[in-house]
């Protein structure tokens, strides 16, 4: 695809002008059904914010667009000194308009010598096949990021790629509102609440991450929350919404997931939450609304 257009695509995707992205990588494995992923994009894992998107199966690992290699890694490099490289064995690729690819997770034996003396790769190269050396805890599959270097965004490389097969399917689970003393109510046992500024929370999955969540108040939409992409603030990798909010607050703890934050006034509050996937059609999206008498 030719530069211009891609990142006329790119942009498209993070400022939110297009509901359903376009195309503008290829897969940089054989493709896989959509419900087949190891991790989603933007996970809770080992105590971050899983910038990757990390497939289940072991394969060949093709580039996903034409570029240079910038790096070839090694997990046992001895450049790294005391630290393994958590990526393992991974080949960092640049492409234009500051976009970099990531494929980490390979097998070192299998990665071309070539790419070290000739480093400029064509869409669909082989790179290698996917292995065992980053921190997977035995998985054999590649973690696959998407790099917007310029602008210090991590993309979700689903909104780059085409989709096969279903989705897996979202679970909207318990919601709980939570004050800012920090008492939480679960919203389908309470009925009255004071007013005040509360965070929605509901139960997280444990590979799935929805796409987008939204919160409305009476009809009015009041945020929400899209997982196309993790900017870095103040040295942080954070979810974007009507703030950025980093790992702490989208994963208090292992089993809550943020929706948003909410303002709400005395009287009748109407609250309505929705979660939806990357497709945007109705099979993949949830609601659930509570009735909540605010004094």
């Known amino acids: 695809m ?3 257009v891609k990142i006329m695509l790119i942009f498209l995707v993070l400022s939110g002008v297009i509901a359903v992205p376009l195309l503008a990588f290829d897969w940089p494995q054989e493709e896989a059904a959509s419900d087949s992923f190891y991790s989603y994009f933007a996970q809770l894992r080992g105590g971050t914010l899983e910038s990757s998107l990390i497939f289940k199966n072991d394969s060949d690992i093709k580039a996903a667009d034409d570029g240079k290699v910038l790096a070839v890694i090694s997990e046992h490099e001895n450049s790294f000194g005391w630290f393994e490289s958590t990526l393992g064995n991974a080949i960092i690729v640049s492409h234009d308009n500051d976009i970099v690819t990531v494929y980490g997770n390979l ?11 000739s480093p400029t790769v064509e869409a669909g190269m082989y790179l290698g096949t996917s292995g065992n ?10 973690e696959f990021s998407v790099l917007d270097t310029q602008n210090k965004v991590t993309i979700n ?17 318990s919601i709980t509102a939570v004050s800012k003393q920090n008492t939480s109510y679960s919203l389908s046992q309470t009925r009255s609440l004071s007013s005040g500024t509360y965070r929605l929370y509901r139960e997280r999955q444990d590979v799935a991450v929805p796409y987008r969540t939204n919160i409305s108040v009476n009809g009015v939409s009041l945020e929400t ?4 992409s993790l900017r ?19 994963y208090p703890d292992q089993k809550r997931q943020l929706l948003g934050e ?34």
């Open 225 to 228: 929350i899209q997982y196309d």
């Open 262 to 295: 909410v303002f709400l006034s005395p009287g009748r509050n109407i609250i309505t939450v929705t979660i939806s996937d990357i497709t945007n059609l109705p099979s993949g999206t949830k609601t659930a609304s509570f009735t909540i008498d605010v004094r």
């Open 2 to 4: 030719k530069a211009s």
């Open 133 to 142: 050396s980053g921190w997977q805890q035995g998985q054999s599959s590649l």
């Open 157 to 173: 490389p689903r909104v780059l790629m085409p989709r096969v097969g279903q989705e897996l399917p979202l679970i909207m689970g």
């Open 107 to 117: 097998d070192r034996e299998t990665i071309p010598q070539e790419l070290t003396a």
């Open 232 to 250: 870095e603030v103040d040295g942080k990798l954070c979810v974007h919404g009507n703030a950025d909010y980093p790992l702490s607050e989208v």
